[in-house]
Nanobody
Framework: QVQLVESGGGLVQAGGSLRLSCAAS????????MGWFRQAPGKEREFVAA????????SYADSVKGRFTISRDNAKNMVYLQMNNLRPEDTAVYYC???????????????WGQGTQVTVSS
């Protein structure tokens, strides 16, 4: 069992930066692939970024590639999403998720956090 709690969301102007954090509890964290997803009002939830169990491999949605960076610290049970050069279209609720036995944009994610709101003003 993995419990996830996101933090770090807020209101920022276009071009600004935010760093989201996801605190995970549970002894299986280091064996879980981790991902960030987002859902904007009236839209379906979409993949943002994923990281492998060791942190050696990452994957990004084309819309955030070059602007967002996912990382993890297995010693602290933490996952991060550094978001730079934010745009109004990045406005959404951002969710942290954990996948058993794999990682990547299409893996089934078994555990989800409650989400944190990111609002980018123009």
């Amino acid at each position: 069992q993995v419990q996830l709690v996101e933090s770090g969301g807020g209101l920022v102007q276009a071009g600004g930066s935010l760093r989201l954090s996801c605190a995970a509890s549970g002894r299986t964290f280091s064996s879980a692939g981790m991902g960030w997803f987002r859902q904007a009002p009236g839209k379906e939830r979409e993949f943002v970024a994923a990281i492998s169990r060791s942190g050696a491999y990452t994957s990004y949605a084309d819309s955030v590639k070059g602007r967002f960076t996912i990382s993890r610290d297995n010693a602290k049970n933490m996952v991060y999403l550094q978001m730079n050069n934010l745009r109004p279209e990045d406005t959404a609720v951002y969710y942290c998720a954990a996948a058993r036995g794999g990682w990547g944009p299409t893996r089934p994610y078994n555990y989800w956090g409650q989400g944190t709101q990111v609002t980018v003003s123009s």
